[in-house]
């Protein structure tokens, strides 16, 4: 069982548009409003794999209500700790076109202490029932920075494997705990690093430096470039097939459910990272957020390629 965190969900809304331009009028030729949030698209596509998945966080007000009968239309388990504030709306504006896309992400609401104590409650009822935690995107307002590094220790404490999908300082703090696996990409490890590194070796770098921190499977995501992680026995290159791409929000969410669905299958640790990037890859080919199907998954896993770039015994002995 998976229990996806989404503290701060919000209604997705994704305008598709051709040449986009700031500062002119567009009339988008299609579009889509979702229950959405990094934490709901890491459950739908783990359900979607086939995985049994609750979906948890904070939700409140007409937004807030939305959210969660969009959930429950889905078919997933939906644990929501109701808030009185409003959740928010993000909005997305892809442009095929030129292959960009823009977002305008709402804060969201004001969480209360109370609140917070609430959401601690249902968690460690709902942490008896799985074997791995997600936790993905940013924390509502109201909420102490170290909330997740909380989270993340009462899991480990379980023996439960946790997944940190996070930035800034919700980052910084959380890798004190030493999550079993994060994946920042390049921006967000530039921010938590303090400089960007400027080749390949110094991603390996970034990774031994995680890896020595005791986080058990640190991934770098490069973007179209693939990814970096450090398995057993060294740090190795996962690439991804050249292809046309039509949507890549919510791919970064795919990976996490692909690589959470493979942990809980007690997949190889480099086949977890194969189902992941195959679960991202597959996305990228739905305007949908945070869609796959699971033909369209095994289409692209054998397509995955990877190269050591590292050797590293100690990885034998890291902590878990």
Same mark, same amino acid.
């Given at each position: 069982?998976?229990?996806?965190?989404?503290?701060?969900?919000? !209604?997705?809304?994704?305008? *598709?548009?051709?040449?986009?331009?700031?500062?002119?009028?567009?009339?988008?030729?299609?579009?889509?409003?979702?229950?959405?949030?990094?934490?709901?698209?890491? *459950? @739908?596509?783990?359900?979607?794999?086939?995985?049994?998945?609750?979906?948890?966080?904070?939700?409140?007000?007409? !937004?807030?209500?939305?959210?969660?009968?969009?959930?429950?239309?889905?078919?997933?388990?939906?644990?929501?700790?109701?808030?009185?504030?409003?959740?928010?709306?993000?909005?997305?504006?892809?442009?095929?076109?030129?292959?960009?896309?823009?977002?305008?992400?709402?804060?969201?609401?004001?969480?209360?202490?109370?609140?917070?104590?609430?959401?601690?409650?249902?968690? =460690?009822?709902?942490?008896?029932?799985?074997?791995?935690?997600?936790?993905?995107?940013?924390?509502?307002?109201? =909420?102490?920075?170290?909330?997740?590094?909380?989270?993340?220790?009462?899991?480990?404490?379980?023996?439960?494997?946790? !997944?940190?999908?996070?930035?800034?300082?919700?980052?910084?703090?959380?890798?004190?705990?030493?999550?079993?696996?994060?994946?920042?990409?390049?921006?967000?490890?530039?921010?938590?690093?303090?400089?960007?590194?400027?080749?390949?070796?110094?991603?390996?770098?970034?990774?031994? =430096?995680?890896?020595?921190?005791?986080?058990?499977?640190?991934?770098?995501?490069?973007?179209? @470039?693939?990814?970096?992680?450090?398995?057993?026995?060294?740090?190795?290159?996962?690439?991804?097939?050249?292809?046309?791409?039509?949507?890549?929000?919510?791919?970064?969410?795919?990976?996490?459910?692909?690589?959470?669905?493979?942990?809980?299958?007690?997949?190889?640790?480099?086949?977890?990272?194969?189902?992941? =990037? *195959?679960?991202?890859?597959?996305?990228?080919?739905?305007?949908?957020?945070?869609?796959?199907?699971?033909?369209?998954?095994?289409?692209?896993?054998? @397509? !995955?390629?990877?190269?050591?770039?590292?050797?590293?015994?100690?990885?034998?002995?890291?902590?878990?």
């Amino acid at each position: 069982m998976i229990l996806a965190i989404n503290m701060n969900p919000a !209604i997705d809304k994704v305008y *598709a548009v051709d040449d986009y331009q700031a500062g002119k009028v567009f009339r988008p030729r299609a579009m889509t409003a979702t229950a959405g949030g990094k934490g709901l698209n890491v *459950a @739908r596509v783990a359900y979607l794999l086939g995985e049994k998945v609750i979906v948890t966080g904070m939700a409140g007000g007409s !937004i807030g209500r939305l959210i969660e009968d969009n959930v429950k239309q889905q078919g997933l388990d939906s644990r929501f700790v109701p808030i009185q504030g409003e959740s928010r709306i993000c909005i997305n504006v892809t442009d095929e076109k030129n292959n960009t896309s823009t977002e305008i992400l709402e804060p969201g609401p004001v969480v209360t202490p109370e609140e917070a104590d609430r959401f601690l409650d249902q968690y =460690m009822e709902l942490l008896e029932e799985c074997s791995v935690v997600t936790a993905s995107g940013s924390l509502p307002e109201g =909420m102490p920075r170290d909330f997740y590094a909380l989270l993340i220790r009462l899991a480990k404490e379980r023996g439960k494997k946790f !997944i940190l999908d996070t930035s800034g300082e919700f980052f910084k703090e959380g890798i004190k705990e030493k999550p079993y696996m994060i994946k920042p990409n390049i921006d967000e490890l530039t921010s938590a690093l303090g400089f960007k590194p400027t080749d390949m070796s110094g991603y390996v770098n970034a990774i031994k =430096m995680f890896k020595d921190q005791g986080i058990q499977l640190p991934v770098i995501s490069l973007g179209k @470039r693939g990814c970096i992680a450090a398995l057993e026995d060294g740090i190795y290159h996962f690439t991804t097939p050249d292809i046309k791409v039509v949507n890549t929000v919510g791919s970064g969410d795919s990976f996490v459910a692909g690589c959470a669905a493979g942990l809980c299958r007690n997949l190889p640790l480099a086949d977890v990272i194969k189902l992941g =990037m *195959a679960c991202g890859t597959a996305n990228t080919q739905f305007f949908k957020t945070g869609w796959i199907t699971v033909d369209m998954v095994n289409k692209f896993i054998p @397509r !995955i390629k990877y190269e050591k770039l590292s050797s590293e015994r100690s990885f034998e002995n890291g902590e878990g």
